[in-house]
């Protein structure tokens, strides 16, 4: 019912910053929270950030203050800047929808970041 894709990963150098783009396609409306969660290797998956539809944050304590989270529900589209990006950042990030007719949980299929020192 909801597709979501990820792009803008990549390789960056510690101190550096990327963007992360998640568009969500088939029934979009019924989405309320969208987020990013990453997992590193040998370790559980964790959570970034959290936005609602009109804009209400959530944040890790490892990332405030370096990474924002954002939406354009025009694009149903949301971001996460990152800034100031460091080692211990980098992981497979993935998007997340919740939908709210379907009570699921929708998940895209992972970006890799990886931040080199």
């Known amino acids: 019912q909801v597709q979501l894709v990820e792009s803008g990963g990549g390789l960056v150098q510690q101190g550096g910053s990327l963007r992360l783009s998640c568009a969500a396609s088939g029934s979009p409306s019924s989405i309320t929270t969208m987020g990013w969660y990453r997992q590193a290797p040998g370790k559980q998956r964790e959570l970034v950030a959290t936005?609602?539809?009109?804009?209400?944050?959530n944040y890790a304590d490892s990332v405030k203050g370096r990474f924002t989270i954002s939406r354009d529900n025009a694009k149903n589209t949301v971001y996460l800047q990152m800034h100031n990006l460091k080692p211990e950042d980098t992981a497979v990030y993935y998007c997340?929808?919740?939908?709210?007719?379907?009570?699921?949980?929708?998940w895209g299929q992972g970006t890799q970041v990886t931040v080199s020192s």
């Open positions: 997340s929808a919740f939908g709210t007719i379907s009570s699921r949980t929708y």
């Open positions: 936005i609602t539809k009109y804009g209400s944050t």
